[in-house]
C-alpha cells in the first residue's frame, strides 16, 4: 500500500502543476487578445481622426454646398434638410456616433431612398464600409417613424365654408383612400401571394390622404394579390387602426364597397377624367353628376402617390431590402412626404402629442370620443345619402 500511495502522490502533483500550467497559458492569451484589439482600436481612432476633414468635405459638397445639388441628392433643398437634422436631433433622439455626424446619417439616408442606390455604391460615395452605411441607414429609418406623431395629423372635415368646387360638395368629408403597389423583392416560395395583376411581386399599401395633400393614415404590408376592400377591413379591426367617425367619409373608388363611411362612385357610368376630358358628350344623369366632382376630389390621393414615387425611386422600383425593412421605409417615406408638403413652423413641437392621448384632439378631459366605424356593410340610408346627393348636385 505505501508504494500506491506514493506513487499516487506525484500523479496528483502532476495534475494539479498541469492545471496551472493551461491556466496561466490562458491568462496569456487573453492579454494578447487585449492588446491586439487595443493597438486596433487606436489604429481605427487614428484612421478616423486623419479623414475627418475629408469626410466632413463630402458632406459639404453634398449638402451644403447649393441648394441645386442639395436637392439633386438628396430630394430636399438645405433649409428643410437643416430642419429635418434639428428635429431628428432634438425629438427623434439620434445623436452623433464616433465617426458619423447627424447630418451624415441624414443624408446617407436621403441619398438611399432618393436613388434606390446599393450599399456598396453608397459606401463609396461616402467612404464609408458597407457595414457602417447599413446600420446608419437602418438607425435613421427607424429614428424618421418616430416623427409619424408630429407629422400625421388627424383630418378635418369638410365644413360649409369650403371654396374650392370639387370638394364643396362633400360636406363633413375628411378625404380620399386608395391603395398604390409598391415592387418589392421577395423568395421565391412567397411570390404567389405577393403578385398582383401585372404579373410582379408588389406590397399593396392602403394610404388616406387629405385635401390638403397630406397623408393621415398607411397601412403597409399587405401582398400584392390582396383586394382593397379586404385591406379597409383589417384597417377598420385593428386597435391603433383607421378611425373614421359616424358622421363623416373617405371618398373611395369602385373597388371599395359603398357603404357608410366610404363614398364610393355610380358604376356603369362615366368616372375617370379621362373619360370626361374627351369632351364627347354632356352630362345627362344625377350619376354621371355625381361622378365628375367625386372623381376629380378623390384623384388627390392619386396625386399624393405620384408625388411619393416621383420624389423618392426606391418606391418605383424594388429595394434591396426584406419585407419588414421595406415596410419601414415605405413609413418613413410617407413622414418625409407630410415634412416636405406642410410648412414645418418653428413651434411644430408645440402640437406634440403624448403617448396615450389621441392625435388632432385637445387635451381635455371631458371631450369624450366620437363613435367610430368597425365594419364595411352596405346600408339603404348610406345609399340613400348617395342618391340624394347627386341630386342636390
Known amino acids: 500500500m505505501d508504494s500506491n500511495s506514493s506513487s499516487g502522490r506525484p500523479r496528483a502533483r502532476d495534475l494539479v502543476m498541469n492545471h496551472i500550467h ?58 428643410p434638410f437643416e430642419k429635418l437634422r434639428d428635429m431628428l436631433y432634438e425629438h427623434g433622439k439620434l445623436r452623433d456616433k464616433r465617426c458619423v455626424l447627424v447630418d451624415e446619417h441624414l443624408a446617407i439616408t436621403l441619398h438611399i431612398l432618393g436613388h434606390n442606390i446599393r450599399n456598396r455604391v453608397i459606401s463609396t460615395w461616402f467612404q464609408r464600409s458597407g457595414d457602417t452605411v447599413s446600420k446608419v441607414f437602418r438607425r435613421t429609418i427607424r429614428v424618421l417613424i418616430r416623427l409619424q406623431r408630429m407629422l400625421l395629423k388627424h383630418p378635418v372635415p369638410i ?34 401571394r405577393f403578385r398582383c395583376r401585372k404579373d410582379i411581386p408588389t406590397m399593396n399599401v392602403m394610404c388616406a390622404c387629405t385635401p390638403s395633400k397630406l397623408i393621415t393614415y398607411i397601412l403597409p404590408g399587405w401582398e400584392g394579390s390582396a383586394a382593397d376592400g379586404r385591406i379597409l377591413r383589417d384597417a377598420l379591426s385593428r386597435r391603433n387602426g383607421l378611425k373614421v367617425p359616424n358622421d363623416n367619409y373617405y371618398l373611395v373608388d369602385a373597388g371599395y364597397s359603398n357603404c357608410q363611411g366610404f363614398l364610393a362612385p355610380f358604376h356603369g357610368q362615366r368616372y375617370h377624367l379621362s373619360e370626361w376630358a374627351s369632351g364627347k358628350r354632356p352630362t345627362q344623369t344625377p350619376e354621371e353628376v355625381f361622378n365628375m366632382p367625386h372623381a376629380k376630389a378623390r384623384n388627390i390621393i392619386e396625386t399624393c402617390f405620384g408625388a411619393l414615387k416621383q420624389r423618392w425611386a426606391v418606391l418605383r422600383s424594388p429595394c434591396f431590402y426584406d419585407v419588414k425593412m421595406t415596410t419601414l421605409i415605405i413609413i418613413a417615406c410617407v413622414v418625409l412626404h407630410n415634412y416636405l408638403t406642410m410648412e414645418v413652423p418653428d413651434d411644430l413641437l408645440d402640437n406634440v402629442v403624448v403617448e396615450g392621448q389621441e392625435l388632432g384632439t385637445e387635451d381635455d378631459a371631458s371631450n369624450e370620443p366620437p363613435e367610430v366605424i368597425s365594419q364595411v356593410g352596405q346600408t339603404d340610408a348610406w345609399t340613400a345619402f348617395r342618391n340624394n346627393l347627386a341630386i342636390y348636385m
Open 22 to 79: 493551461i491556466c496561466l497559458r490562458f491568462i496569456e492569451l487573453l492579454v494578447h487578445m487585449f492588446r491586439v484589439m487595443a493597438s486596433r482600436r487606436r489604429r481605427v481612432e487614428r484612421t478616423y481622426e486623419l479623414g475627418y476633414d475629408k469626410h466632413r468635405q463630402i458632406i459639404h459638397n453634398l449638402v451644403y454646398k447649393s441648394d441645386e445639388t442639395c436637392y439633386k441628392m438628396l430630394r430636399m433643398k438645405r433649409k
Open 159 to 192: 365644413g360649409p365654408e369650403e371654396t374650392d368646387l370639387k370638394w364643396s360638395y362633400f360636406q363633413g368629408c375628411l378625404g380620399a383612400i386608395d391603395g398604390t403597389h409598391i415592387p418589392i423583392i421577395i423568395r421565391n416560395n412567397q411570390k404567389a
